[in-house]
């Protein structure tokens, strides 16, 4: 049967190809979209394409053709079909490469490619978003101490950008991706939901609009518990005389200036680098950023070795401060699935077909 769809019909100017044996089609809104592609590829890539391809009716005398071929009706939004046959006909997945919205951009595509089970589509999604989301304490702190190599305070100095957390948390949660949360929402932590809010929907804030009302309580709970963390994290620098390091520096050699009682320069460089950490700067914008964008392992970072670090140590106290500070930011990363609530996160309900309207 012959079937006249070309009255609102759209030929895809690049995936309407005339040596394709298989005409699809999808609608979005009331303009039908027409694909003209290859049964064998399809069937290759997808073994749901691959069974209703083989049915019977396929092949019998009542199949729709269109154009002298035959046409599949798919119920899917054309724009997610587009995507699933641009990533089907382009090698290298350039949909993967915009860094920061990746994990937006390919929303509907792991959908319709989960729908018709086309592995390659979705394990390429997953290894991009693992690569962006580190799962590891040591790739964790590298990616943390990158970051914020190119941040003063909290703005940016140019230098690569965090991807967009909320779409990372949002893609990971419905396709079962859940290496990358502690990483996505620990970055989440770090905004301040006000912020994205307020000041219009500039590239750097989250995409809050994609949270569900459990993921933002994960959020506000998980911010709030970094908050205590970062406050904690000047505790670093007593830890030296809680061990039973050996200081190697002389006692009663310096003078007492009224600000510090400690007699050994350890003692006092340690006394002094905490003194004007807890200080500095004083201006209330620093210390709104401080609540508010509480990032622990950032301080950390900087207190083992950025600008709050403190003065000359002797090698034993040195050895002493340096594991204790790295201990801390391990201990940080461990806790990070309690800090968030991800113990309880519903890593395994069953995957999603198709959603729509989430992005
Ligand atoms: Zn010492």
Redesign the pocket.
């Known amino acids: 049967m012959q079937v006249d769809t070309t009255n609102d019909a759209v030929r895809h100017p690049t995936l309407y190809k005339a040596s394709g044996d298989l005409v699809v089609s999808a609608a979005d809104g009331s303009a039908t979209h027409l694909f003209r592609v290859h049964a064998l590829i399809l069937a290759e890539q997808s073994p749901v394409f691959a069974g209703m391809l083989s049915l019977p009716t396929t092949g019998g005398a009542d199949m729709q053709t269109y154009d002298g071929a035959p046409i599949v009706h798919l119920p899917d939004n054309a724009k997610d079909v587009t995507a699933l046959l641009e990533a089907i006909y382009t090698p290298g997945y350039p949909i993967l490469k915009n860094a920061r919205t990746f994990a937006s951009d390919v929303y509907g595509l792991m959908s319709i490619a989960t729908k018709y089970e086309v592995d390659s589509i979705c394990v390429a999604i997953s290894a991009r978003l693992k690569e962006q989301w580190p799962a590891t304490r040591t790739d964790f702190m590298l990616a943390r101490e990158d970051r914020h190599r190119y941040a003063v305070g909290p703005f940016f100095c140019g230098g690569p950008r965090s991807p967009e957390p909320a779409s990372a948390i949002r893609l990971a949660t419905d396709f079962n991706i859940p290496e990358v949360l502690a990483a996505a929402y620990y970055e989440l932590a770090t905004h301040d939901i006000i912020e994205g809010d307020l000041w219009a929907r500039d590239s750097s804030s989250p995409r809050w609009d994609l949270l569900r009302p459990e993921e933002l309580l994960r959020y506000y709970q998980g911010k709030h518990r970094l908050a205590k963390e970062f406050f904690e994290a000047v505790d670093v620098f007593d830890s030296v005389y809680d061990s039973d390091v050996e200081?190697?520096?002389v006692f009663d050699d310096f003078e007492d200036d009224g600000e510090f009682t400690d007699s050994?320069a350890?003692r006092k460089a340690l006394a002094k680098a905490r003194y004007e950490w807890d200080r500095a700067p004083p201006s209330l914008s620093v210390v709104r950023f401080r609540l508010t964008d509480a990032d622990p392992m950032h301080t950390l970072l900087k207190i083992y070795e950025g600008e709050s670090k403190p003065g000359k140590?002797?090698t034993?106290?040195a050895g002493a401060f340096q594991s204790h500070c790295v201990k801390t930011m391990e201990a940080l990363w461990d806790a990070l699935p309690a800090i968030f609530s991800l113990k309880d996160h519903p890593f395994y309900t069953p995957v999603p077909r198709a959603r729509r309207g989430q992005h």
């Open positions: 200081c190697e520096t050994s350890c140590l002797c034993p106290c």
